[in-house]
């Protein structure tokens, strides 16, 4: 009976020892590697931090370990991983959008996301994104929502370029003011659109679509509008 298990107990510990064998074997290595979803990440850099040699397993992958590194880029906002068996490994990049600027000292950008947060610091805007005015802050964390001394503005206005890059408008806007979080001014070329406070703020949005949809020569035209609650007044004339 003894014999009988032991080499019951063999023949299992000899499966188990082939099965291990295979899987760590080179059938497994990884032999391509697909990325997608990245843009102002360097494919290059994606693949260094991911870490992947000629003889990396993709069973044994550690996914982890590889996503915080790939996320110390401030642009990631997140990865994901998929395995094909049996040697193909897929890398889904979300990157954060840049979405505002905000001048620390004269030359001197902060790159924010579309939550506020962040990415980078440069001397120079390298994109058309609107410059926030009117934020008081004294400190600032890189990979960190921006502190202001009023969070009530700056969410305000982070809201409205969400919005307007919503309606494919952020690119047009040069300037955002919030020194005034009940008179929000919003650039866009030569015309300025006062639209308050957060309030009805998707309408207003709606309203300056609508209005630059309806300007004969919108490039060519400067003015105002005050927009409240969808309701507007403006005055627009074509630039001498």
Same mark, same amino acid.
């Given at each position: 009976?003894?014999?009988?298990?032991?080499?019951?107990a063999a023949g299992?510990?000899?499966?188990?020892?082939?099965?291990?064998?295979?899987?760590?074997?080179?059938?497994?290595?990884?032999?391509?590697?697909?990325?997608?979803?990245?843009?102002?990440?360097?494919?290059?850099?994606?693949?260094?931090?991911? +870490?992947?040699?000629?003889?990396?397993?993709?069973?044994?992958?550690?996914?982890?370990?590889?996503?915080?590194?790939?996320?110390? +880029?401030?642009?990631?906002?997140?990865?994901?991983?998929?395995?094909?068996?049996?040697?193909?490994?897929?890398?889904?990049i979300h990157e954060?959008?840049?979405?505002?600027?905000?001048?620390?000292?004269?030359?001197?950008?902060?790159?924010?996301?579309?939550?506020?947060?962040?990415?980078?610091?440069?001397?120079?805007?390298?994109?058309?994104?609107?410059?926030?005015?009117?934020?008081?802050?004294?400190?600032?964390?890189?990979?960190?929502?921006?502190?202001?001394?009023? +969070?009530?503005?700056?969410?305000?206005?982070?809201?409205?370029?969400?919005?307007?890059?919503?309606?494919?408008?952020?690119?047009?806007?040069?300037?955002?003011?919030?020194?005034?979080?009940?008179?929000?001014?919003?650039?866009?070329?030569?015309?300025?659109?006062?639209?308050?406070?957060?309030?009805?703020?998707?309408?207003?949005?709606?309203?300056?679509?609508?209005?630059?949809?309806?300007?004969? +020569?919108?490039?060519?035209?400067?003015?105002?509008?005050?927009?409240?609650?969808?309701?507007?007044?403006?005055?627009f004339e074509i630039?001498?």
């Amino acid at each position: 009976m003894n014999d009988k298990r032991f080499r019951i107990a063999a023949g299992i510990g000899i499966a188990v020892l082939v099965v291990i064998l295979f899987l760590v074997s080179p059938f497994f290595s990884i032999e391509e590697t697909v990325i997608v979803g990245y843009n102002r990440v360097d494919r290059a850099e994606i693949l260094a931090q991911l +870490n992947i040699g000629s003889t990396t397993n993709l069973l044994f992958f550690n996914t982890n370990a590889a996503r915080r590194r790939v996320m110390e +880029n401030l642009y990631v906002g997140d990865v994901i991983f998929e395995r094909e068996l049996p040697r193909r490994l897929y890398v889904t990049i979300h990157e954060r959008r840049l979405t505002a600027y905000v001048e620390h000292m004269p030359g001197s950008f902060l790159f924010l996301d579309d939550q506020g947060r962040v990415l980078a610091v440069s001397t120079h805007k390298t994109e058309s994104f609107p410059v926030l005015e009117g934020l008081d802050f004294t400190r600032f964390r890189l990979g960190q929502i921006l502190e202001v001394s009023d +969070n009530v503005s700056f969410a305000s206005v982070v809201h409205y370029a969400q919005l307007l890059n919503l309606h494919d408008l952020i690119h047009r806007v040069s300037h955002m003011n919030v020194s005034d979080p009940e008179n929000i001014r919003i650039m866009i070329g030569y015309k300025e659109f006062n639209v308050g406070d957060i309030a009805g703020a998707d309408e207003k949005v709606r309203t300056i679509v609508q209005i630059l949809e309806e300007l004969p +020569n919108a490039e060519l035209m400067r003015g105002f509008a005050t927009i409240r609650h969808n309701q507007s007044e403006h005055f627009f004339e074509i630039l001498q």
